[in-house]
C-alpha cells in the first residue's frame, strides 16, 4: 500500500525533462541575462541604507573576520554535544547550519581549501542527514495510515530503524564537527 501510493505521488511531479526543457527556455535565460546585467551594472546599488553602503565598502575580510566567528558560535550553541536533539530539533536547526555553510563558501577563496574542506565536511554530512531525515516525513505520514496492524507496526519497526541509524550518523558528523579547528583561527 505505501510502495502505491508512493508511486501515485511520484507520478504528480514534474519529469526531468520537463525540468531541464524548462531551463533552457528563452523566457528563464532572459531572466538569468537580466539578473546578470543587474548585478553587474550595479542596479541594486539605490536599494542600499547608508549603514549597508558602509559595510559594503569595508574589505570581505573584516566581514569574514567577524561572520564566521559568530556564526560558528551559533552552531556550537544549537549542536553543542551535551544535548540531545530530537528530529524536529534538527529540522529546526537545519536553516542556521544551511546558512553557517554557505557563509563558509562564499568566503572561501580568502582561506585554505585544504583545512576549509576538512572543517565543513562533517557538517556538510549532517546537513545530509537532517534531508534525509525530512525525507522520512512523508513516510511516517504513511505508516500512521495503514489499517493493519500486523503491516503498521512493521513498518513503524523498518522507521524506528532507519531513524537510529540517521540519528547515529548524525551524532558522529556533529562530535567530529564541534571538535575541529576553525580553518579561520588557524
Known amino acids: 500500500m505505501m510502495v502505491k501510493t508512493l508511486k501515485a505521488e511520484q507520478t504528480q511531479l514534474p519529469e526531468r ?38 559595510k559594503l565598502a569595508q574589505p570581505i575580510q573584516t566581514l569574514a573576520d567577524k561572520a564566521l566567528p559568530e556564526s560558528w558560535h551559533e552552531l556550537l550553541d544549537a549542536f553543542d554535544e551535551s544535548k540531545t536533539l530530537t528530529r524536529h530539533e534538527y529540522f529546526d536547526q537545519y536553516p542556521r547550519l544551511q546558512r553557517n555553510l554557505v557563509l563558509g563558501t562564499c568566503l572561501a577563496s580568502l582561506f585554505d581549501k585544504s583545512r576549509r574542506k576538512a572543517f565543513r565536511l562533517p557538517w556538510l554530512d549532517l546537513l545530509q542527514g537532517i534531508e534525509e531525515l525530512r525525507l522520512l516525513e512523508p513516510v511516517r505520514d504513511l505508516v500512521a495510515a495503514i489499517d493493519d496492524d500486523d503491516d503498521k507496526q512493521q513498518a513503524e519497526k523498518w522507521l524506528a530503524r532507519k531513524e537510529e541509524s540517521l540519528f547515529h550518523a548524525m551524532t558522529q558528523s556533529r562530535q567530529t564537527g564541534l571538535r575541529l579547528t576553525p580553518y579561520w583561527q588557524e
Open 17 to 54: 525533462e520537463d525540468i531541464v526543457a524548462l531551463l533552457h527556455t528563452s523566457r528563464y535565460c532572459n531572466l538569468l541575462l537580466d539578473l546578470s546585467r543587474w548585478i553587474l551594472s550595479k542596479g541594486w546599488q539605490p536599494f542600499l541604507d547608508e549603514k549597508a553602503a558602509d
